[in-house]
């Protein structure tokens, strides 16, 4: 075992590091968090993004055929920690980066990737994926949206939901049923749509805080050109679950975000300015505080052996099991800060947090249907009926 | 970023996982549960062969000049097998003690025969009602010229009937101190302490006036404790290797057993449990490795990384073998189905050195105070 990083990880974050310290200013940095208006936040973010794609950082696990570094997994770790470090946002694009482009770079065609590719990384256009429905949540291959092709057109009619970035996004990676006759995977087809063109209509998705964030997409009669399709017709099922296989430093990194959540609220338990004067007296607080930090802590270890399961070649579950315990411990970090603070959980952004917190365990696939997956792709079990 | 075992040392797990097999296996273990050596000569024999005994102690001494690394792997694979017998408390828990309080001349007296086997030894911390505070011995030691009487009593002092030597913490009029007693001794005598796990045995010692060693050049109080972050990311070793089988036993029980006309492991309830007991299980084993590791190489978070490891592992192994008693159902409860050994095995490693409010309590020190 050695914990080092190896010289050319170190080397690039060195590297890294001092272009941040003369690249990330003020503006950028006030930019990540979520205050101010919407619009002009975004406009920092998308000078921020252009910057980064300039420096070659916007999308670092990216091929450098199309403006990535080629980055393996540890100097995608190292990437995270320094962004993380330096509080600098990342990139206004993750969807279109991290989920859509895999796709695209493996499917596209030579006129897609050109077309598409280097204007997602500049942050030119936002992506967005349209792929949940009212009906077809966890079981996202029910999904029911209609393609027709007529002539060198497909018209598409359907409903989408939970669409981050709906509301800015300029196109969307679709994914519509061609062949209502087909076994439900082999039906579906992907499409790359325009988002500003007739018949799409956009509306936002009031959320359990009462904010405004996914939006519902309505397709009505949208025409989409054949030359957007992404893959072969029914094969959309394969192009959506294409990621890339060194994804893998984005989600060993989860923990640094709510390790630090930890910490502040560790500091926050003993700061005399807490509702009821510092609870760090309390042993039952401090107990909490300790099983909370050894669920952090552990699920930092836990993530770097998925690191080295992948730099080693190892086959080890660690991978697959880390979102799960990561959503975990982010609810437990808002349940502690309710408790910590009182009445004042309730209130202002602490109220919005412990709501927000409810997300962890329902996006990105549900608690329950990844212990299904774990249970039939690691554990071996059958399929349940 | 390498949280992998070397192949030496995959290679020191595999020795010892066929010893293991061959000359411990389950059968093995059984006839043993009611034993209070919880070994035979033979078998400790079989690890002197293999060189284990003196695995920690330097070299110069005639030890295997090993790490906490090559110490982990070997406990796993005991824990996995169940191993019963003096193995920790001689060659982990005694020796750290030795290493992390002892003075030379101590050193040079016990380790020879420590690396080569011919003397088993154990550690005797606490004292019955304390729970777990060893800080404040009650058993006295009595200055007698060259040498010291020590009376008093101590409890659950592990492998007590399989030791030869017992090193003891005792009130000293310089604080707490550590003295070898010799366990055939005059004024000593030890008592079994039969409990509920039969693969791990301990013992009660009663000194009456019984002549001791002093092991410490006073002030022992330190080393005592960091010779418990040894024992502490040992005993979680071993608690991976039982934990880890615990799970396997559950995850084939559940793939092979029919009911309602097909495999409980089919059933969502027993896959979730199951991937459950998984996620514990590689959590617990992520900080377990990491605390084999800092304990040599890292000195300075020895402490944190040795009772985060301990209080992960008190409050999930233990719980990964009650699910995986659940998922058994009635044979689980069992006399005759192995499960409820590892249980037991994960209770001792829950209940022994130090406990979970202990442990979480520490931990909040360091990260609160």
Redesign the interface.
């Known amino acids: 075992m050695d914990f080092s990083y190896p010289p050319e990880a170190e080397a690039f974050r060195q590297e890294l590091r001092t272009w941040l310290d003369a690249n990330l200013d003020d503006a950028s940095r006030a930019a990540r968090l979520d205050e101010g208006d919407p619009g002009e936040r975004l406009e920092v973010l998308r000078r921020w993004n252009r910057t980064l794609a300039d420096a070659g950082y916007a999308a670092v696990s990216w091929p450098s055929e199309y403006g990535g570094r080629d980055a393996g997994v540890m100097e995608q770790v190292v990437f995270s920690e320094e962004m993380h470090r330096a509080g600098a946002p990342g990139t206004v694009n993750p969807i279109g980066i991290a989920n859509i482009a895999p796709s695209i770079m493996s499917w596209g065609t030579q006129e897609q990737k050109s077309r598409f590719l280097q204007r997602m990384l500049r942050g030119d256009d936002i992506w967005c994926q349209g792929f949940s429905e009212p009906g077809a949540g966890s079981d996202l291959a029910s999904l029911r949206t209609r393609a027709v092709l007529d002539g060198d057109h497909y018209v598409v009619d359907g409903q989408k939901v939970w669409n981050t970035f709906g509301d800015i996004a300029n196109y969307c990676e679709l994914l519509v049923r061609t062949d209502p006759d087909a076994p439900k995977h082999r039906g579906i087809t992907c499409l790359l749509v325009d988002m500003k063109q007739p018949g799409i209509t956009v509306r936002p998705l009031v959320t359990i805080t009462g904010e405004k964030g996914f939006s519902e997409l309505f397709f009505d009669s949208v025409r989409v050109p054949v030359e957007s399709r992404l893959g072969p017709e029914n094969e959309g099922w394969k192009v959506a679950m294409t990621t890339l296989n060194n994804e893998r430093g984005g989600v060993a990194s989860l923990h640094l975000q709510v390790r630090k959540k930890i910490r502040s609220l560790c500091e926050e338990a003993a700061s005399p300015e807490l509702p009821g004067g510092p609870a760090t007296s309390d042993p039952r607080t401090r107990e909490r505080l300790a099983q909370l930090y050894l669920e952090g802590e552990t699920l930092k270890l836990l993530s770097d052996r998925a690191i080295s399961a992948s730099v080693h070649g190892r086959a080890g579950p660690e991978g697959s099991l880390v979102k799960l315990v990561w959503s975990r411990v982010e609810q437990h970090v808002a349940e502690l800060e309710g408790e910590l603070f009182g009445p004042e959980a309730l209130l202002g952004a602490r109220g919005r947090r412990r709501l927000s917190a409810r997300s962890m365990t329902i996006a990105g696939g549900t608690t329950q249907v990844n212990k299904n997956v774990v249970a039939q792709r690691v554990l071996g079990l059958p399929r349940n009926r | 970023?390498?949280?992998?075992?070397?192949e030496e040392q995959e290679q020191l797990r595999e020795t010892v996982r066929r010893f293991l097999e061959e000359r411990a296996p389950i059968e093995t273990v059984r006839s043993l549960l009611d034993d209070p050596r919880g070994t035979t000569d033979e078998l400790w024999k079989g690890t002197v062969q293999l060189g284990l005994p003196g695995l920690l102690i330097p070299e110069a001494f005639g030890g295997g000049g090993g790490g906490m690394?090559e110490m982990g792997v070997v406990l796993e694979e005991m824990g996995r097998h169940l191993h019963p017998g003096p193995y920790l408390s001689s060659a982990l828990s005694a020796v750290a003690l030795l290493r992390a309080a002892g003075t030379d001349d101590a050193r040079e007296r016990w380790f020879p025969a420590l690396a080569d086997g011919s003397l088993v030894a154990t550690v005797a911390l606490f004292e019955a009602g304390q729970r777990y505070e060893w800080r404040t011995p009650t058993l006295r030691s009595v200055d007698a010229g060259e040498r010291c009487l020590l009376s008093g009593e101590k409890s659950f002092v592990p492998d007590l009937a399989a030791a030869d030597v017992c090193f003891v913490t005792a009130a000293t009029d310089d604080g707490t101190g550590i003295f070898g007693v010799e366990c055939n001794a005059a004024g000593v005598e030890t008592l079994p302490l039969p409990s509920i796990d039969g693969t791990r045995h301990h013992g009660t010692l009663r000194l009456d006036a019984a002549e001791a060693r002093r092991v410490d050049a006073g002030g022992a109080t330190d080393g005592i404790a960091t010779a418990l972050d040894f024992i502490h990311v040992g005993t979680v070793a071993d608690g991976v290797g039982a934990a880890t089988r615990a799970f396997e036993l559950a995850?084939e029980y559940?793939?092979q057993r029919e009911q309602f006309g097909?495999?409980i492991?089919?059933?969502?309830a027993v896959?979730?449990l199951?991937?459950?007991m998984?996620?514990e299980l590689?959590?617990?084993?992520?900080?377990a490795?990491?605390a084999l590791?800092a304990a040599d190489?890292d000195p300075d978070d020895r402490r944190r990384t040795s009772i985060?490891a301990k209080?992960?592992a008190c409050q999930a192994f233990p719980r990964i073998a009650e699910d995986a008693i659940q998922i058994f159902g009635g044979v689980g409860y069992t006399w005759e189905y192995d499960i409820h050994l590892y249980y037991k095995r994960l209770l001792t490693l829950r209940h022994t050195f130090g406990g979970v409010?202990e442990s979480?309590?520490e931990?909040?020190s360091i990260?609160?105070?």
Request: glycine letters at 4%; hydrophobic letters at 50%.
């Open positions: 970023m390498d949280f992998e075992f070397s690394l995850l559940a793939r097909t495999t492991g089919s059933f969502q896959q979730h199951l991937t459950d998984l996620t590689e959590l617990g084993r992520a900080a490795y990491y590791w190489a985060l209080a992960f409010t979480l309590d931990l909040a990260i609160l105070d």
